[in-house]
């Protein structure tokens, strides 16, 4: 039975927006201090946000257009603190205004665009493509494109796939898709499309390598060794902080290593209408959700933009973003710990119904049309 692409993104679509920040690394006596036990509610705030909120600071550099930028990881390469979506770029109906919010958004500043393969069955990366080449847009834009294969053959034929939607030669960053299984990590080293993602390195078709998923963080943790990562995206929103949360278990460990940590998914979905979920339920504020995840010591946030008025909104925010202190971490945290630990505004970390139909086919399981 087939899903369609709108309701295997139902719980993105339309996503607000999210929007993050790098740091260097994680010292030593932040390590100490994520082993000592806190106060109770003390315990819900990462105790590095702070110092790293002043390293964020420092790192931070503007643009001539004033959207801030950072490191991401040890690439050498500087990106937006938001980074464009494309599957909800792709989403939107008129092929003109989707690639006017592109240009748009370069012009604004933003010069990191994100993408897959699978996304809307390569319509995404199609559009994309096309609005990169007019006027030499390619080179303003660092671009990242997904690979959805575990296996050689698969791997190289998603990368000329991506190749020839995106107009390119080569990809900045190629990052392997939803690592949300448990085998997912072996899979890529047995399967053989870690070695061919390499291969292509050298190359010349790729020049970074990352991967990306939104399930559980021993997940991410299994990933780490199987190869010097580049970079490593997750989801890093409010309600994370009390539930399989990456910012604790991942985030730390990247920034030790001065990986570049790219999030996703701060506003936990929805559209611009309802303010994304985190919104619509009362959880917290647009403003605040997003500033609690640039606060968070990552290199870009990926933001779901539909319309011109989400990219106003986006921009916005970006250029005017302090980091959170951490008076105003705990107040939040405490407001919304009640909702959090159970999971609800997270579902895409505990149930299959976020996962993309291509990777649930990929482990056998049931795709079931709604």
């Not at 550099?61 to 937006?80: A, I």
């Not at 970079?231 to 009390?242: G, S």
């Not at 990926?302 to 005017?320: F, H, P, T, W, Y």
């Amino acid at each position: 039975m087939k899903e369609t692409e709108s309701s295997r993104r139902e719980f993105l679509t339309n996503t607000l927006v999210s929007t993050a920040v790098s740091a260097t690394a994680v010292s030593a006596s932040i390590a100490s201090n994520l082993m000592t036990p806190l106060p109770i509610e003390a315990k819900t705030i990462n105790p590095s946000l702070t110092s790293k909120s002043e390293e964020i600071n420092m790192n931070e550099e503007k643009s001539n257009t004033g959207l801030p930028q950072r490191p991401l990881g040890k690439t050498g390469v500087n990106v937006s603190i938001i980074c464009l979506g494309g599957w909800h770029i792709g989403s939107v109906k008129d092929d003109n205004e989707s690639i006017k919010i592109m240009h748009a958004a370069i012009d604004e500043g933003i010069n990191f665009f994100d993408n897959a393969w699978d996304y809307l069955d390569g319509r995404s990366e199609e559009l994309m493509g096309k609005a990169l080449a007019v006027e030499g847009k390619r080179k303003k834009v660092f671009l990242m494109t997904k690979n959805c294969a575990r296996d050689a053959k698969g791997t190289r034929q998603h990368l000329e796939d991506s190749l020839r939607r995106l107009k390119t030669d080569v990809l900045d960053l190629w990052q392997f898709h939803e690592i949300n299984y448990d085998n997912d990590p072996d899979w890529i080293v047995e399967k053989g499309a870690l070695a061919e993602a390499l291969k292509a390195q050298k190359e010349g078709k790729v020049r970074f390598i990352g991967f990306t998923g939104h399930k559980s963080p021993h997940i991410h943790e299994m990933m780490l060794p199987k190869h010097t990562w580049d970079t490593v995206q997750m989801p890093i929103n409010i309600c994370d902080a009390f539930y399989r949360s990456f910012q604790k278990q991942i985030v730390p460990k990247l920034n030790e290593k001065k990986i570049g940590v790219i999030g996703m998914k701060s506003l936990g979905g929805g559209n611009m209408e309802s303010g994304g979920r985190l919104v619509a339920q009362g959880v917290c504020k647009v403003e605040e959700a997003i500033r609690y995840a640039l606060t968070v010591p990552i290199s870009s946030l990926v933001v779901g933009i539909d319309s011109m008025k989400v990219l106003k909104q986006d921009i916005e925010i970006a250029r005017n973003f302090k980091p959170m202190s951490e008076e105003e971490q705990q107040e939040l945290l405490k407001r919304v710990k009640a909702v959090a630990g159970d999971g609800r505004h997270e579902m895409f970390k505990s149930t299959q119904n976020f996962d993309g139909p291509y990777h649930r086919k990929q482990h056998n399981f049931e795709v079931q049309a709604t």
